[in-house]
């Protein structure tokens, strides 16, 4: 197989995966979210709602300072959403691995192999 085809497969491929990545952080979140909204309705707020799955996105205990409301919803999410959380996890890293992988390729596509 030509170089220009392997490569052009290769920066599809990594491109596809991007896309997966961004629109399962997106998808997921949007899911806790309603999740939260359906376990306390004044978690209803987007930003309030957003925070909660940040902080239990997060691997690390929340700080000493934080609100009960936020300790609670939480570890409501940590608990009843486990997997989810993983998934979130796995996205958060791949989006932003793969726009670098995306620029090397396009930097070995161009001084490399000389196919862009």
């Known amino acids: 197989m030509d170089k220009t085809v392997v490569f052009w497969i290769l920066f599809g491929g990594v491109g596809f995966a991007f896309a997966l990545a961004v629109q399962m952080r997106v998808m997921v979140a949007l899911v806790l979210r309603r999740a939260l909204k359906a376990w306390q309705p004044e978690l209803e707020d987007r930003l309030k709602a957003n925070s909660v799955v940040i902080a239990a996105a997060n691997r690390g205990p929340l700080a000493a300072d934080s609100e009960a409301w936020l300790?609670?919803?939480?570890t409501y999410l940590r608990d009843h959403y486990p997997l989810p959380l993983g998934h979130l996890r796995m996205a958060r890293r791949y989006s932003v691995i793969l726009p670098v992988i995306?620029?090397?390729?396009?930097?070995?596509?161009?001084?490399?192999?000389?196919?862009?």
């Not at 300790?71 to 939480?74: C, N």
């Open 102 to 116: 995306l620029i090397l390729l396009i930097a070995l596509g161009r001084f490399g192999l000389g196919v862009i």
């Open 71 to 74: 300790s609670d919803a939480v």
